[in-house]
């Protein structure tokens, strides 16, 4: 299956923090693979760049052939790591310079908080856009305010590339905003911080499946 096509298969996609994992990161991420996980986007903001690549090398080997690994924000790391690509948000590289920089393979998301900015990141090509926030969250600082379930349905109405809902999302409200178009959901504190993390994005992925009208994990 192409990178591409594992996009539109997504459910549950995995945002790795360091500051709220109880587990460590690299727990987090092959239990979250072994619930089935197929997305896992390595975010970090306080190590140095070298500790960065050989963490993300890390985590790269073991998502190779179980599941499609991100590097947040940093092209000079996904491409070190050897990544399957970035995600971006709106301040950083402009995604016309990380195209030309990851060549054409590489996948390459987009944060979008409104209509304005779903429509310039369908524009540029951005092969998945990720929503946010939908609800309040504490778990990002700069998040912004929440745009609310309903926004899910104008964005998906602009663009045609899938959409990750991510910001305040937990397993009572998830289910509305799969209802509401979106393709798959981010809860970061919710299963990092929890004490079975693979059961928490089993359950995350049997909620989205169902309201998808697939079948449970």
């Not at 964005?155 to 209802?179: D, F, M, Y």
């Amino acid at each position: 299956m192409l990178k591409r096509d594992k996009l539109r298969s997504m459910d549950f996609y995995l945002v790795t923090d360091s500051r709220l994992s109880r587990l460590g990161i690299l727990s987090d991420v092959e239990r979250a693979l072994d619930a089935g996980c197929t997305v896992i986007q390595y975010r970090e903001k306080e190590k140095c760049t070298r500790d960065m690549v050989s963490e993300a090398g890390r985590i790269r080997g073991l998502c190779a052939g179980r599941a499609l690994f991100l590097v947040n924000d940093r092209v000079d790391v996904a491409l070190a790591a050897g990544a399957d690509g970035v995600h971006l948000g709106q301040d950083d590289m402009p995604f016309e310079l990380a195209r030309r920089i990851l060549g054409p393979e590489r996948i390459i998301g987009l944060t979008v908080h409104d209509e304005s900015e779903a429509e310039g990141a369908g524009r540029a090509g951005a092969d998945y856009v990720g929503l946010s926030p939908i609800f309040a969250t504490s778990t990002k600082a700069d998040a912004g305010r929440a745009c609310g379930v309903a926004m899910i349905a104008r964005v998906k109405a602009l663009i045609r590339s899938p959409v990750v809902v991510i910001g305040g999302i937990t397993k009572e409200n998830v289910a509305g905003a799969i209802r509401a178009g979106a393709d798959a959901a981010v809860a970061i504190s919710v299963v990092v911080g929890a004490e079975d993390v693979a059961r928490e994005v089993r359950e995350f992925i049997g909620i989205i499946r169902k309201e998808k009208g697939e079948s449970k994990v």
